[in-house]
């Protein structure tokens, strides 16, 4: 009994390297007659690859002011109101100070007044020449008389001449020193003449852009305190804003800051009125704000016929990196590895699937570039890669995902 169950242990153990040799063999025949799985694929190709960044902006006026009166008064005409067009210059209110104009009056009072001190004191200098010159014939002819008949004019009366021709010329100049006087006092008179004006031209407030009137706090007979001092709580007249040109003001990410430039190009999309604009980057703060982790940038937005309004919103696309005809595959072929590298799983010429190591560049939303790993024209899976082996058998079936044209290049 115990040399048939031997006999029976070693058949068996004999048998068993025939039944893998069987069993392998029906592996492989399978494998070899499997039929190939359907693979959805794209090839390699060159395109316009960006990388973009969609943020919400909000439509500010260029520059806006609240209008003050540099002079105290009553608002005597008030000539616009909310969502008036005002230009350069144009008066928007008028005030009433009647001491201002008084002073007007007072001040070109005293400015013909020191017209008239300058004209008496020519006068006087005229006269004081005219004795002058008098007085110094009468002293040089006694003088002379004297030098050639000495002794017949008496030193006393030659004295009392040369002392009357010093005197006159003497008075000369205290004559041209009050007309000098005068001219001076004339220049003050203007400069306070002219300081008075001022004041009373300030009592009209005027535009200082085109705009448009956007807040008025005034209404006439107000009273309005001279907005000349930061520490007067004075009341503006209105408010204008320039909106003929609009800023439009967006939040950029901390991670994207560094993509940001003057002239960089992006694409807005105004829901509220369905127009798409092209522009570019005007201006940046360079700073980020400290609680939302944002930096401010700015597009500036011709509006002559204000169809925008401040405060609208509008969907802005910036192009933070862009690759003219670089070699660039769908997005969905990128697959990230446990390390954190990158791959494809190609198709070759056999249609054999084969793992593909890339490095990656620029990111869009629908293709990405890539930079090393891949050649033009060659085969990539572009969707479902956990269904595919290396070296596996596949049907290509053309894919038009992520195609050039397809929102490669935005």
């Not at 395109?47 to 006026?61: C, K, M, R, Y």
């Not at 793992?355 to 990539?380: C, D, F, S, Y």
């Amino acid at each position: 009994m115990r040399t048939q169950s031997v006999s029976i242990a070693l058949r068996a153990a004999a048998s068993v390297p025939l039944l893998c040799f069987i069993f392998a063999g029906c592996r492989e025949q399978r494998a070899a007659t499997a039929v190939p799985v359907t693979a959805s694929v794209a090839q390699v190709e060159r395109s316009d690859i960006a990388n973009t960044l969609t943020v919400a902006g909000e439509f500010q006026p260029y520059q806006e002011v609240e209008l003050h009166a540099k002079v105290s008064g009553y608002i005597r005409k008030i000539n616009v109101d909310i969502g008036d067009r005002v230009k350069l210059g144009q008066i928007i209110a008028t005030l009433e100070v009647p001491e201002l104009s008084a002073q007007v009056v007072a001040a070109q009072a005293q400015v013909r007044h020191s017209q008239s001190e300058i004209a008496r004191a020519q006068n006087n200098v005229t006269l004081a020449q005219a004795n002058h010159a008098a007085l110094h014939a009468a002293f040089t002819r006694l003088d002379e008389a004297s030098k050639q008949r000495p002794g017949l004019i008496a030193e006393q009366e030659l004295d009392d001449a040369r002392a009357k021709d010093q005197d006159a010329e003497a008075r000369i100049g205290v004559a041209k020193s009050a007309l000098e006087a005068a001219k001076e006092q004339l220049g003050i008179s203007r400069a306070e003449g002219q300081r008075v004006q001022s004041l009373k031209d300030y009592s009209v407030v005027t535009a200082p852009f085109n705009g448009v009137v956007t807040m008025r706090y005034a209404d006439v007979g107000s009273l309005i305190q001279a907005g000349t001092a930061s520490n007067t709580q004075s009341m503006p007249v209105v408010r204008v804003a320039q909106s003929d040109m609009l800023r439009l003001r967006m939040p950029i990410p901390e991670e994207d800051v560094p993509f940001i430039k003057v002239g960089g190009d992006m694409t807005i999309d105004v829901q509220s009125t369905g127009k798409q604009i092209a522009g570019k980057i005007v201006r940046f703060t360079r700073e980020l704000n400290s609680s939302t982790r944002t930096m401010l940038a700015e597009v500036d937005i011709p509006n002559s016929d204000l169809t925008l309004s401040t405060g609208m919103t509008a969907e802005v696309t910036i192009v933070l990196q862009e690759q003219k005809d670089a070699v660039s595959v769908p997005a969905g072929a990128i697959v990230k590895g446990p390390d954190g590298s990158s791959y494809v799983l190609a198709v070759n010429a056999a249609n054999r699937v084969e793992k593909v190591p890339v490095v990656v560049g620029i990111q869009g939303p629908n293709r990405v570039q890539i930079t090393r790993g891949l050649q033009e024209h060659q085969t990539v899976i572009v969707s479902a890669q956990a269904n595919y082996q290396p070296g596996q058998l596949v049907v290509p079936k053309q894919s038009t995902i992520g195609m050039p044209g397809e929102g490669g290049m935005s």
